[in-house]
C-alpha cells in the first residue's frame, strides 16, 4: 500500500443553512484497498459522498488527490481526476442496453456515427476484466438483468473510464443471499487490481467480509479511521451508536458537541 492516500480529505466542514452536517472531518482512502464508510443514518455518509463527488460544494477544508491538493467543483472535476461514484439508485436506464448504459453520455464515434463495434469490445473486456461471469451477452436489454446484474453493470460502467477511486454507496442493499456474494468478490477485485474502493454500507457482515480498513461516522463527525482487523463488530456498532468504544474514538468533549 502507498503511503500516499489515492483520496484524502482534511477538516471538511459542511452546513446547510443552519444545520452543520459534516465537521471537520477528515477521510482517506488508499489504492488497493476497500475503505468502508459506516455510520447511522443521518451521520453524514450521503454529504460526505456528495462532496466527494462534485455534487456538494465544501464550505471548508482540503482535498488532496494522489498527494496533491485540488478543487473539486463539480462532478466533472471529480470524473476527470478518475472518481467514480455508484450511486444506489445505479442510474441504469432499463430499455438500453449494457453497452449503451456504460456509454451513456460518452458514447465513441467515429465521425458523426457511434463506433459501436469499439464500445461493444470495450464493455466486454471491462467486464471480463472483472471476471464477470454472469452476464451473457453486453447487448442484454438492462430491464432483462437481476438486481445483481445491475450492480455489476454500473461498477463496470464506473471503472470503465479508467478510474482511480470508486465510491459504493449500498452496493447489496437489494439483493439476495447469492447476488450479494457476487457483488462483494466484485468489491474485493477492485481493490485487488489496484483500486482506492470506499464502500458505504449498513451491513457489518459484508463490511467485515471485504473492506482493509474502517471510517465510522457519528453525528457528522469522524468517530475513528481503523484497520479492520484491528476491531470487532461490537466496537464498530458503539462507534456508529456513541462515537466512542473503549478508548477508541471521540473524546468526551467531541461526543457532547456532537449531540448538542
Not at 502507498?2 to 465537521?23: C, D, M, W, Y
Not at 463527488?53 to 464550505?59: A, L, V
Amino acid at each position: 500500500m502507498s503511503a500516499t492516500p489515492a483520496l484524502e480529505l482534511r477538516a471538511i466542514n459542511k452546513s446547510f443553512g443552519p444545520v452543520q452536517v459534516l465537521h471537520d472531518v477528515a477521510f482517506s482512502a488508499h489504492a488497493g484497498q476497500v475503505t468502508a464508510l459506516v455510520g447511522d443514518n443521518g451521520a453524514g455518509k450521503s454529504t460526505l459522498v456528495k462532496c466527494i463527488g462534485g455534487i456538494h460544494p465544501m464550505d471548508s477544508g482540503d482535498y488532496f488527490f494522489d498527494g496533491a491538493q485540488v478543487n473539486v467543483h463539480s462532478p466533472r472535476d471529480a470524473a476527470d481526476l478518475g472518481v467514480e461514484i455508484v450511486y444506489q439508485d445505479l442510474a441504469l436506464c432499463d430499455n438500453l442496453d449494457i453497452v449503451q448504459n456504460m456509454f451513456l453520455g460518452r458514447e465513441r464515434k467515429t465521425g458523426l456515427v457511434l463506433d459501436e463495434a469499439t464500445m461493444e469490445e470495450m464493455a466486454a473486456n471491462t467486464l471480463t476484466g472483472l471476471s464477470v461471469r454472469t452476464v451473457k451477452s453486453v447487448r442484454q436489454q438492462v430491464s432483462s438483468l437481476s438486481g445483481g446484474q445491475r450492480q455489476t453493470v454500473a461498477i463496470a460502467k464506473a471503472v470503465l473510464w479508467n478510474s482511480k477511486v470508486v465510491v459504493l454507496d449500498e452496493p447489496t442493499a437489494a439483493l439476495g443471499v447469492a447476488q450479494t456474494q457476487q457483488v462483494l468478490e466484485l468489491v474485493r477485485r477492485l481493490a485487488d487490481k489496484g483500486l482506492a474502493v470506499v464502500l458505504i454500507s449498513h451491513n457489518l457482515n459484508d463490511v467485515f467480509a471485504v473492506s482493509d480498513r474502517i471510517a465510522a461516522l457519528y453525528l457528522g463527525r469522524m468517530a475513528a479511521e481503523v484497520k479492520t482487523s484491528d476491531v470487532t463488530h461490537a466496537q464498530v456498532v458503539e462507534l456508529i451508536t456513541s462515537g466512542r468504544s473503549g478508548e477508541l474514538g471521540l473524546n468526551g468533549d467531541a461526543v457532547n458537541g456532537a449531540k448538542a
